[in-house]
Every structure is written in structure tokens, then in C-alpha cells.
């Protein structure tokens, strides 16, 4: 069979986290009862006049300056007309030739090889109601009629389905570090269409585009992908030629499905929408927005090594949400080593999250309560199982401060040397073969000396300092010298 | 140059149903109408920038603050079927 090799573009749709809708103030929020957020300008009622979002059209500008775009200082707003239930203006508000973006691009990393990804357009539209299906009827829903939307296109760029993934992973990422969007795909907050073509590796000529929608998870794309791949490259060697249509993504089965409905030539119209004046956009509100965009994902990862040693590994982990890297940061405000803080945000920390389904948010452990966590053990107040066994998982279920915590269960670990020492010797009287058994080289013996005085302090001894005192006071008292 | 293939096509896309005689019918006024637009060709518009806008206005927007929305009630009273608090429409086949 020869060798074909993929071409393909994402389509994404991201939904701004604006107060309220784009052209309307009906209240931009998810999960309300059908048809509680909505008003004349969404509903499409007649004589209704849209009025744009401010701070949706800066959350674009925004977005179109953090992926490299091109903003240009004219843009302006079009209809887009086409018929279906869920649009009851039957046109969409849309951006056609003048985009408020054009020419960026993305950085991607797939097996340690970083690659940029051009974004050929970002414009900014309305989203239509939703449809829920019903028998004999559909119900329409227009509480997401008029919802901000930004449409981002990429580049026939992307050549494989882990490039498609890592492609909205890092596009995902940048939206949340500019927090313009939720980016929740469960919520549909975040969508994604695909488009594939194959060609014969080596050939610079593209094949015939198949759409793919439906597809509701980064996985699930690149599993969309990867079967498209081998269903066009099957019928390809069998010079069977490849159909231009637009398939679904079966999930459950996990094959791609032509859509029955006739494939009719859209002829959408386009054309300025007069209810809506063309924006503009001054080199100064430009450069303003520019100099005030957050650090960038990879930039905070290159700081969070230089700045305070981590692994390249644990800085990408931290980094991988934003409101993860802000809590790792307001630790070590709050007086945590970076390196331990490091440790316990990317290990006990995550996983408790992610145990009990919680988000960064919503955790009840606070940075300066984890700050005093880790303060406890670095001072030998708390012996680190106690930390990571009974301290953590309080602080973390309830969000009371780990000092009173170690106070009420009476777990402060004794650290004190003339105490150590009175135990050590005690433990020496106590176990009078051990002596013996040192002399005679049994080293292993002097366990048995840890164990008493670990007894004899119910635990809370310093494991550390208990170890210390015996071999010095073994030496000193004795005349034992024992090493490690 | 507008046909009765075109009449159809306009037709289809307008959502509205012409027989072959409304087809034919339609021909010479949108034939009319497309020539008398077509006069703007006698003008040299290659020096004049495209318009976008017939007002001299730009950035018209407002603040991102929410106000109350229609109830329920009142965004549906103009439906001619509704039901669960959404407008009842033919069922949509994808
Ligand atoms: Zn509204």
C-alpha cells in the first residue's frame, strides 16, 4: 500500500466568558431553564438593533494579538445568511473578508519536537440557539442564541492526529491564560470541527477535504482522525477517489459516518450587516492591549525553571493551568521552598484533586495553609508521613490551618536534643546487648535502639535527630563509632 | 443574465415555492432590476475605497452589564407552538 500523508485544519469555536451576550445584555450564562436569557435582539424579533459587546470585541483582540495575528485598524461585522431553527434572524452576525485577526500562529510540542502551527483567521461572531431533539419535534432553546464566539482557523498545517491534539491542548491553554473563555468542552464552551485531506507522502498537491463534526473531546478528534486516515488511505490504494462531504464522529463505535443530508452548495451571502458600524482600531489601543497580555504558558514554565530550579517536567505540570501555576506561586509568597512546594502541588496536592473531582478553585487547602504544611516539615515540627498522612488530608477536606491541626492530634515532633539524648540513654540501659552486639560489628543492631526510643516517645521523636544523637552519644559515652 | 434556472435557485435558497410559470414570470423584472444596477459599472471605482458603512460612524458598543432579560413567558407568546418552554418547530433531521 503506498504511503499517503495527512493534511489537516481545525476549526475551533471558542465561547467568550462576557457578562452578558454580543449584539444584546441578556445575561451570557450556561444551564438556565430554555428561554430565560433572551430578549428581542436574540429572539430576532423585528425592529430589533443589535449593539456589540465591548469587552467581547476586546477579548478577540486580545486573543488575536496572544496567537500573532495581524489585527488590522478596520474590521467590521457581516451577515451570514442561511436558513435552520436555531438561527431566528435566519442570518448569523459574523465576520466575512475583514476578520479581526489573520496571519498567526501557535506553537505545538509532539515528542519533544516543537513546531509552530499558522492560524490563518480569528473572527468573531454570534452562536445559534440550541436544538434538542424530540419525537416528531425538535425544541428550540435560544438562551445561546447572540453567546460571543470567536471562530479560529488554523492553517492546512497540522500533519498528524497527536499534532492535532497537542494543537488544541496549546490553543486550549492560551484562552485560559487570557481568561476569555471556560474552555469547557463538556459545556461546549470549546468546540472543534476538523478538516482531512490525504495526499502520496512527498506530494505538495492537496486531495479531496473531508469535514468531520461531532467531535466533543481532544481525544475524540484525534481518534476521528486517526480512522479517517486509514478509511481514505484503503480507499485511496484502491484508487477509489475520495468523496468531498462532511462526516460525523461516531464516539461510541469510533468510525466517522457521511451525513445524510443533501449536500447542497451553501451559498451563504455574505454581506455588511448595516445594523452594525465598522470598529476601529488605534496603533495606541493596539499597543496597549499588547504590552498588558499575560505571561505566556511557555514563558511561565522557562521562569518557573531559571527562577526557582525546578525540572523542566514539574514546571510544565504546574503550568498546565493557569490557576494551578498562580496557586504554586502564592505558596512561595507565602513562605514555601519552591522546590518542596513544587513537589507537593504536582504529587499529594494533584492527586487529591483529582481523586475527588475538584477543581484548583474550589480547593479548600489555601497556599498559605499549604505554605505552613510544608514549613511544619522543613522545621522538624511535623515528620513528613504525618504531613502526607494525616495533616494533608484535614487541611485539604476541611481548609483549617495545619498548625492547630498538629496541635489537636498532639502530632509536633519532639526535636528537642536534650530530650533525644535523655531517651537515647535510656534506651542504651534498657537494651544492654546491644552494646554488645555493636562491638561486634552488628551495626543492624542499633535499630532496635531507634525502635525503644521511638517508643518511649510515642512516635513523635525526630526519626532524623533520634538517628544523629545514638551514633554521637554511641561514640561519645561508648567509644562505638558506627557510620551510616 | 437572469433564467428560470436562476429564478429557482434564488427561489430555493428564499425558502419559497414558484411553479414554472411564477419561474418564467420573474425572469425580465430581476433581468430589469440587474441592469439598472448595473449602470454603477459605467463608474471607475478603482480609486474609491469600498464602503462599508453608509454612516460616518465607528465603534458603536456598550458596557458588558447584563439587564433583565424577557420572561419566559413573554418570548414565547408570539410562537405558534411551544413546549418544555421552547418553541415547538418540525422536527430537524441531521
Ligand atoms: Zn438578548
Known amino acids: 500500500m503506498p504511503d499517503f500523508a495527512p493534511v489537516i485544519g481545525l476549526e475551533v469555536h471558542v465561547q467568550l466568558n462576557t457578562a452578558t451576550k454580543m449584539f444584546c445584555a441578556c445575561p451570557n450564562r450556561f444551564g438556565d431553564p430554555p428561554n430565560t436569557n433572551v430578549c428581542p435582539v436574540c429572539l430576532g424579533l423585528p425592529g430589533a438593533l443589535p449593539v456589540p459587546n465591548a469587552a467581547a470585541i476586546e477579548a478577540a483582540v486580545k486573543a488575536a494579538l496572544y496567537l500573532n495575528c495581524s489585527v488590522s485598524s478596520f474590521s467590521k461585522f457581516d451577515r451570514k445568511n442561511y436558513f435552520y431553527p436555531d438561527l431566528p434572524k435566519a442570518y448569523q452576525i459574523s465576520q466575512y473578508d475583514l476578520p479581526i485577526g489573520t496571519r498567526g500562529s501557535l506553537e505545538i510540542e509532539v515528542s519533544g519536537t516543537t513546531r509552530r502551527i499558522g492560524i490563518t483567521r480569528i473572527h468573531l461572531e454570534e452562536d445559534a440557539g440550541k436544538l434538542v431533539h424530540a419525537p416528531g419535534a425538535s425544541l428550540v432553546d435560544l438562551n445561546r442564541a447572540g453567546t460571543p464566539l470567536l471562530e479560529i482557523v488554523s492553517a492546512p498545517e497540522i500533519f498528524s492526529p497527536e499534532e492535532a491534539y497537542a494543537y488544541l491542548s496549546s490553543l486550549r491553554l492560551l484562552m485560559l491564560y487570557l481568561g476569555i473563555s471556560n474552555c469547557n468542552m463538556e459545556e461546549g464552551s470549546l468546540r472543534c470541527d476538523a478538516n482531512i485531506s490525504l495526499r502520496p507522502a512527498g506530494s505538495s498537491t492537496l486531495g479531496t477535504k473531508v469535514e468531520i463534526k461531532n467531535l466533543n473531546s481532544f481525544k475524540g478528534v484525534q481518534k476521528a482522525l486517526a480512522f479517517e486516515i486509514k478509511r481514505q488511505s484503503s480507499l485511496l490504494a484502491t484508487g477509489t477517489p475520495i468523496v468531498q462531504e462532511t462526516r460525523l464522529y461516531d464516539a461510541a463505535t469510533d468510525k466517522t459516518l457521511s451525513m445524510r443530508s443533501k449536500e447542497e452548495a451553501h451559498d451563504y451571502r455574505y454581506f455588511p450587516d448595516p445594523d452594525l458600524v465598522p470598529m476601529t482600531f488605534s496603533p495606541e489601543y493596539l499597543a496597549r492591549l499588547r504590552d498588558n497580555l499575560p505571561e505566556t504558558p511557555q514563558h511561565r514554565a522557562q521562569r518557573f525553571v531559571s527562577a526557582f530550579g525546578l525540572s523542566q517536567y514539574d514546571a510544565t505540570v504546574l503550568t498546565s493551568d493557569p490557576a494551578l501555576a498562580s496557586y504554586f506561586e502564592d505558596t512561595i509568597a507565602a513562605g514555601a521552598s519552591p522546590k518542596l512546594a513544587a513537589n507537593w502541588i504536582a504529587n499529594n496536592l494533584l492527586s487529591a484533586l483529582h481523586q475527588t473531582s475538584t477543581s484548583i478553585g474550589a480547593c479548600k487547602i489555601r497556599p498559605p495553609q499549604l505554605a505552613a504544611l510544608i514549613n511544619l516539615v522543613e522545621t522538624g515540627t511535623l515528620s513528613s508521613t504525618s504531613a502526607k498522612t494525616v495533616v494533608f488530608p484535614a487541611v485539604f477536606e476541611k481548609g483549617i490551618d495545619p498548625n492547630a491541626v498538629v496541635a489537636e492530634m498532639g502530632l509536633a515532633q519532639v526535636s528537642d536534643t536534650t530530650q533525644i539524648d535523655q531517651w537515647v540513654v535510656d534506651a542504651i540501659r534498657a537494651n544492654p546487648d546491644v552494646l554488645d552486639s555493636l562491638r561486634k560489628g552488628k551495626v543492624k543492631a542499633v535499630a532496635k535502639l531507634v525502635g525503644s526510643v521511638m517508643q518511649m516517645s510515642r512516635g513523635k521523636a525526630n526519626a532524623a535527630l533520634v538517628s544523629q544523637r545514638i551514633a554521637a552519644i554511641l561514640k561519645d559515652m561508648h567509644g562505638i563509632e558506627i557510620s551510616g | ?94
Open chain 2, 1 to 94: 443574465m437572469i433564467t428560470p434556472e436562476t429564478v429557482a435557485y434564488l427561489a430555493r435558497l428564499a425558502r419559497i415555492e414558484l411553479n414554472e410559470t411564477d419561474l418564467a414570470r420573474f425572469v425580465p423584472p430581476l433581468q430589469e432590476i440587474l441592469a439598472y444596477v448595473a449602470k454603477l459599472n459605467e463608474l471607475d471605482t478603482s480609486q474609491v475605497e469600498p464602503t462599508a458603512h453608509v454612516l460616518p460612524l465607528t465603534n458603536v458598543s456598550r458596557s458588558d452589564d447584563p439587564l433583565p432579560s424577557l420572561s419566559n413567558a413573554a418570548a414565547l407568546q408570539s410562537a405558534p407552538c411551544t413546549d418544555e418552554g421552547c418553541f415547538l418547530v418540525p422536527p430537524v433531521i441531521e
